[in-house]
C-alpha cells in the first residue's frame, strides 16, 4: 500500500466494519480515497444490513452501489485499492497493516465506548476520531459527534463527545428495544436480519441459554451466527415501526456522520495545503 497515493489516489484506512464505518467508507471513496476497512472484535456488529462487515465471510455486501471485498495479503490488499471498484475489507489489525506503508488518512470508527481512546497522531497525514472521548490536537486531528442530539457536529480543538451510555430514539424505543449478553460465549441464531419477529420468541442462543425477542417488530441487528459475544455487548436490536423499519443500506444517522468527515477533511486539506504554499522555500 503506497502511503501517498494508490493509483494516484490517496489512501484512507477505517478501523471498524459497523454501519457507523462503512457509510464513511462510502462517503470517502465518492470524495476520492481509496478505502481499506479494518476488522476489529469489539464491540461485535449486529447492524449486518447496513455495514461491510459480512464481507469477511465471503458474503455479497453492497452500499449505495458500491460492493465490499475482502482481502487480506499485501498483493490484494494493494489491488483493491488501485482497482477503484471496490471497498477493501480486512481481519488484518492496524499492526499488520501499518508496515505495507501508512495511509494518507486514518478513521477510528470502531465506536468503542468503553476502552481507552488511543492517540492516532503521526499515524497517518490526518486523522479523525468519531465517538466519545477524541478531541482535536489530543489524540486526532478531526474529531465528529455521534450521539443523537448533535450527529455530524465538527467538535472543536478541547470539546470530547462524552460517552452518555444512552440509545436515541427508534419508534418510541431506546436501550430496551436491545438485547445485550449477559455473559461472554458463543451465539447461535438460525434467524435472519429482517425477519419479523414477536415478543417472547426465541431469537438464538448464548451458550446455549435462550434470548428472547423483547418487543414485537423487525430485527434490526443481530449478531452473526457462530459469533463470540462478550458481557454487557449488543447481541441484537428490533426495529419497531412496522413498515417503516430499516435494516439495509446507510441509514440517515450514518450518512449524517459519513458527510461530515467527508466535509471535515476536505476542509482540513485545504488547510493544510494553504499552510504549505504560505510557508517560503529556505535558501540555506
Not at 16 to 22: F, Q
Not at 27 to 49: K, N
Not at 145 to 150: G, L, N, Q, V
Amino acid at each position: 500500500m503506497d502511503g501517498t497515493r494508490i493509483g494516484r489516489r490517496p489512501a484512507a484506512l477505517i478501523l471498524g466494519l459497523n454501519e457507523i464505518a462503512s457509510a464513511t467508507a462510502v462517503a470517502l471513496h465518492r470524495a476520492g480515497y481509496a478505502c481499506l476497512m479494518s476488522h476489529d472484535p469489539f464491540p461485535p456488529v449486529i447492524r449486518r444490513g447496513m455495514a461491510y462487515h459480512d464481507a469477511l465471510f465471503g458474503e455479497e455486501i453492497v452500499l449505495d452501489g458500491l460492493p465490499g471485498r475482502r482481502v487480506e495479503t499485501a498483493a490484494e490488499i494493494a489491488g483493491v485499492l488501485r482497482e477503484r471498484r471496490a471497498i477493501g475489507v480486512t481481519p488484518l489489525a492496524l499492526t499488520d497493516i501499518i508496515p505495507l506503508r501508512l495511509p494518507d488518512l486514518l478513521i477510528d470508527a470502531r465506536m468503542q465506548k468503553y476502552l481507552a481512546t488511543p492517540d492516532w497522531r503521526h499515524i497517518a497525514r490526518l486523522t479523525v476520531g468519531l465517538g466519545p472521548r477524541f478531541e482535536v490536537g489530543a489524540n486526532c486531528d478531526i474529531a465528529i459527534e455521534t450521539r443523537p442530539a448533535d450527529v455530524g457536529r465538527i467538535l472543536r480543538r478541547g470539546v470530547t463527545e462524552a460517552a452518555d451510555h444512552a440509545a436515541r430514539d427508534l419508534g418510541g424505543l431506546g436501550a430496551e428495544r436491545f438485547v445485550y449478553a449477559e455473559r461472554d460465549g458463543l451465539w447461535h441464531t438460525a434467524v435472519e436480519i429482517g425477519a419479523r419477529v414477536y415478543r417472547g420468541v426465541v431469537i438464538g442462543r448464548l451458550d446455549g441459554a435462550p434470548v428472547t425477542a423483547p418487543h414485537d417488530g423487525v430485527l434490526r441487528g443481530l449478531l452473526r451466527d457462530g459469533g463470540r459475544a462478550f458481557a454487557g455487548a449488543k447481541l441484537l436490536e428490533i426495529d419497531p415501526r412496522g413498515r417503516a423499519a430499516r435494516w439495509t443500506g446507510v441509514d440517515e444517522r450514518g450518512a449524517r456522520i459519513a458527510r461530515a468527515v467527508a466535509d471535515a477533511v476536505r476542509l482540513k486539506e485545504a488547510e493544510q495545503a494553504a499552510r504549505l504554499v504560505a510557508t517560503p522555500l529556505s535558501t540555506d
